[in-house]
């Protein structure tokens, strides 16, 4: 499931707890292209907190693409036919 959201993209595996440079990732949003899964895997991927079909939960994630301006999202996402964007601060 693709969509445009505002996230704090990953550092690293370790997380903020134990790595400093995912403490200082943690601070960041950026805009950005994901793909959430709504299936679990045996790979490392970040957790978002959201409701899909109706079901609210935790799903994981990937990053595809990053973007510096809600414009360039928004050509992208039309360019790519995705639907769900949601430029919001509140993630």
């Given at each position: ?14 997380g ?6 995912c ?28 409701e ?18 809600p ?21």
């Amino acid at each position: 499931m693709d969509m445009i959201r505002v996230v704090s993209p990953p550092h690293c595996k370790k997380g903020p707890a134990r790595c400093s440079g995912c403490r200082e990732a943690a601070q960041t949003k950026k805009i950005c292209h994901i793909h959430v899964y709504t299936t679990e895997s045996e790979e490392f991927r970040p957790l978002i907190q959201m409701e899909i079909r109706g079901i609210p939960g935790f799903y994981e994630y990937e990053i595809i693409e990053v973007f510096e301006s809600p414009n360039e999202a928004i050509e992208y996402a039309r360019e790519n036919s995705i639907d769900d964007i949601d430029l919001s601060m509140g993630r």
